[in-house]
Structures are given as structure tokens and as C-alpha cells.
């Protein structure tokens, strides 16, 4: 039995099977921090938030409820990703394929796109890399090793997939010249490296985002899903 002293991967993080169809961690019910403070998700497959009664309307169109699948080459058109969603569980699942790298990459999220958990495979059965937050900060392994210098962390960022951009975009929605600051654990997908970097995230229009990090700009345009279509010089969606 795998050690938990953190209780990081005790609660309802399920992730579903592996790559291989072996069943893994996947709990029957789901539930996040927010019903202790009074927000919730508004349905089963809405990002509105109900606060003290008062619903708060999502900029994004909810997913299909049977699931979705997008599709990128990078920019050369030699490679490319297949992401796909599923709400299973009473939360998103999603499971990115990215070709360049040879990996697979494995984003347990709340409903409200709060990320649970995180696998990364390359080329095991097994995953490479294992990490969970107990939704209040923590982070941890799943051989139960704490990651204290994780911990307030929010977002992951492989540097090799839009993904990268999805997640805060869709869950941080600030008003037309709005921004958010987010808290990223950087994952090195060859060395398994993790390092942490501070996201500017600032909204230009209802549907194009400015992100700066590290002095580098990156600006990008989503879909009515919040999910980003071409990237220049890196993604093209398909």
C-alpha cells in the first residue's frame, strides 16, 4: 500500500485508467473545497459558480456532456496533440497525447477546473511522474513525499502543449483588461525537473489573451470553450 501521510491523494481524485486501460486511483465520488465556503459548480457541466446564492455566469459554452476532443500540429505541421475531455467522476477529466515528445499526460480537474492531480507517462506502463494537492495549497507525491516547495502552486506547464494555457484561462476570467497572476509548477518532460514561475495573465478581448512570463509574450485566441486555437510560432489548431 502506498504511504499518504499527506492525505494529498486520500480524498476523491480519481484519474480513471491508464493509457494501457489498467485501472488506477478513481474514487466514486468527487467533491472540492469550495462546498465548505459556500461555492459550488451550478450543474454538472457549467464553469457558473454559486456564491452565497448568487450565481456567477461563465464567459466559456459548457462542454458536451458525452465529452470533447481537440486537435493541434505545431506550428512546422511535423507534429502534433490530441486532447480530450471527459466528465467522469463528477469532474474533468483530461488526457492530452503529444507526439513530439512521445507523451502522455494525464490532468485530474474539479469542476470549477481546479487541478486535483497530474500523471505523466512517457514510455511505462506506469507513470513517470505522479503529483496531488489536497486543494488547499499542498502538493505531494503519490509515494507520499510532500513537495512543501510546491505548495501554492494552481497550474502546471509542460512547455510543450496549449494545455499549458487552457486551464488558467478557462478557470481565471477576469473582465475585458482584466488580469490574473498565477502560480505555476514548471515540469521539465525529459528530466522531470519541477520548478516553480509566476503567469501574467491579462484578457484583451472576450476572446484573446496576453500572457507574459519570464519576459517572453505569448498571445492567443480561444474558442467559445476557452479552449486556445493557434499559437504563433508554436500551435495551430486544427
Known amino acids: 500500500m502506498v504511504a499518504d501521510h499527506f492525505r494529498i491523494f486520500h480524498h476523491d481524485n480519481g484519474v480513471g485508467s491508464s493509457r494501457n486501460g489498467c485501472p488506477r486511483h478513481d474514487p466514486d465520488r468527487f467533491t472540492t473545497s469550495q462546498d465548505s465556503i459556500g461555492c459550488r459548480a451550478c450543474g454538472d457541466f457549467t464553469d457558473d459558480l454559486k456564491i452565497n446564492g448568487l450565481i ?7 462542454f458536451p456532456a458525452d465529452g470533447f476532443t481537440a486537435r493541434w500540429d505545431t506550428w512546422d505541421g511535423t507534429h502534433h496533440e490530441e486532447l480530450t475531455l471527459r466528465w467522469e467522476n463528477e469532474a474533468w477529466t483530461a488526457l492530452g497525447l503529444v ?32 503529483l496531488g494537492t489536497d486543494g488547499q495549497g499542498r502538493w505531494g507525491e503519490m509515494n507520499g513525499a510532500h513537495r512543501p516547495e510546491l505548495d ?18 478557462r478557470r481565471n476570467q477576469p473582465a475585458v483588461d482584466g488580469a490574473a497572476i498565477i502560480q505555476a509548477i514548471e515540469v521539465d518532460v525529459e528530466t522531470l525537473g519541477l520548478t516553480v514561475g509566476f503567469r501574467h495573465y491579462h484578457r484583451r478581448s472576450d476572446t484573446t489573451f496576453h500572457v507574459e512570463h519570464l519576459g517572453e509574450i505569448t498571445e492567443f485566441s480561444v474558442d467559445a470553450y476557452g479552449l486556445p486555437l493557434d499559437i504563433e510560432g508554436a500551435f495551430r489548431r486544427r
Not at 108 to 130: A, C, T, V, Y
Open 56 to 62: 456567477i455566469r461563465s464567459r466559456n459554452t459548457p
Open 99 to 130: 507526439s513530439r515528445e512521445q507523451i502522455q499526460y494525464v490532468v485530474r480537474l474539479s469542476p470549477m477546473w481546479e487541478i486535483r492531480q497530474f500523471l505523466l507517462f512517457r514510455d511505462l506502463d506506469e507513470p513517470d511522474l505522479w
Open 152 to 169: 501554492g502552486c494552481t497550474d502546471l506547464a509542460l512547455g510543450c502543449t496549449p494545455f499549458d494555457y487552457l486551464v488558467p484561462a
